[in-house]
Each structure stands twice: as structure tokens, then as C-alpha cells.
């Protein structure tokens, strides 16, 4: 079964307003959890590395401002994609690391931006 | 820098077939190696990986690969292909340690009945 849930799975919002989506563990306290964005027809890209109780650590070229991570719980991380415009519709997805340098991600979320 | 590269964007093959995706890497040590499968609606699924030891691995649904370190290369086999394993395959290598993931441009496999 899923280990990493997320929510809302897909999601259309106006330019300017701001979309949280949520990733849980559901299976495992996870200190660490990771977002991804995956473009059509492209490959994932890390953009940040959630840790549980502390600042989130964003990868070169991510807006920190843009998009807010908040890993509030061990079983809870939040990206909320602030302001949002067209070229920030995409698909991002998110997975919780394991204890074997293995992860396992959540389904998703296709966020469109109108 | 490390990158990884998968040379074919789409695979077709048919029920039964063999199956081989290429998977190349570019690190300066042995990296620890997945391959992934992506299916609509679902989260990447974890097939098989490579940290160390015997260089040929089996995974899950029939998969194996093998790394071969004088090719850099990691690629993915299935002996015969059903039509379920029709999906997206991302290849991806991690500096060991850090849990940091470098994806592949993915494999699209499509399976003729």
C-alpha cells in the first residue's frame, strides 16, 4: 500500500492566489522529506529538502519565497506555492526518505494555474 | 557535475518481448543507482537498486539490472514484457549519503498486445 500520501491530487487555481499541497508519511515518522517538480514529458527535479522542526533547504534556482515548505510534524510537510502564475503550473510530487538511502514518493499533485 | 542519461525517450515492444532500457550515469565514484516506475495516478514505484556488491540486481515484476562501471551505465531488463509493465521508467543515481536524487529524463515504454 502507499506509504506517502498527498493532497489535493490535482488543483486549478487563479493567477495571484496561493495553493497548499500536503504530503503525509503514512506508514513512518519522517524527519526528512523531499519536493519535487516534474515538468511534461520531463524528468523530477529536487527543488527542497524538508526537515522536520527546521528551515527547509532549497536547491540553486528555487524562490524560497515562492514556494514555502513547512514540515511542522513528523508525519506532515506543506508546500504552498505562493502567488502563483501560468509557468508555475506543473506536477509536483514528494517522498519521504528511508533509513536505506531509498525513497518512496507520493502520487502527485497537477497543479494548473489560470 | 553528476548527470544521468537515458537515451530513449520511447520504447515500443511487444507482449512477450524482451525488454532492455539504458540507463548512463556521470560520477566521479560508484554512485547508488534506482530504477523507478511510474505509472498514471501513482507514485513513482521503486524496482530495483545498486549500492554495492554483485553487479547484477533483481527487482520486482521480473526486473533486473546491471551495472556495468567501465560503461557507467545501469540498464534495466525484463525477459518478457507484460502489458501492464507499459509506464514511464526514470533511472536515477544519488551520492551516497545524502539522499539527494538525480533523475533521468524518463523512458516511456509502450507495450503492443
Known amino acids: 500500500g502507499a506509504v506517502v500520501s498527498q493532497h489535493p491530487s490535482w488543483v486549478i487555481c487563479k493567477s495571484g492566489t496561493s495553493v497548499k499541497i500536503e504530503c503525509r508519511s503514512l506508514d513512518f515518522q519522517a524527519t526528512t522529506m523531499f519536493w519535487y517538480r516534474q515538468f511534461p514529458k520531463q524528468s523530477l527535479m529536487l527543488m527542497a529538502t524538508?526537515?522536520?522542526?527546521?528551515?527547509?533547504?532549497?536547491e540553486q534556482g528555487v524562490e524560497k519565497d515562492k514556494f514555502l515548505i513547512n514540515h511542522a510534524s513528523l508525519t506532515l510537510s506543506t508546500l504552498t506555492v505562493t502567488s502563483a502564475h501560468p509557468e508555475d503550473s506543473s506536477f509536483y510530487i514528494c517522498s519521504r526518505a528511508t533509513s536505506t538511502d531509498t525513497q518512496y514518493f507520493g502520487p502527485g499533485t497537477r497543479l494548473t494555474v489560470l | 557535475a553528476q548527470s544521468v542519461t537515458q537515451p530513449d525517450i520511447h520504447i515500443t515492444v511487444s507482449e512477450g518481448a524482451s525488454l532492455e532500457l539504458r540507463c548512463n550515469y556521470s560520477y566521479g565514484a560508484t554512485p547508488y543507482l534506482f530504477w523507478y516506475v511510474q505509472s498514471p495516478g501513482q507514485g513513482l514505484q521503486l524496482l530495483l537498486k545498486y549500492f554495492s556488491g554483485d553487479t547484477l540486481v533483481q527487482g520486482i515484476k521480473g526486473f533486473e539490472a546491471e551495472f556495468k562501471r567501465s560503461q557507467s551505465s545501469f540498464n534495466l531488463r525484463k525477459p518478457s514484457v507484460h502489458w501492464s509493465d507499459a509506464a514511464e521508467y526514470f533511472c536515477a543515481v544519488e551520492t551516497s549519503g545524502t539522499y539527494k536524487y538525480i533523475f533521468g529524463t524518463g523512458t516511456r515504454l509502450k507495450v503492443l498486445a
Open positions: 524538508s526537515n522536520e522542526g527546521s528551515k527547509a533547504t532549497y
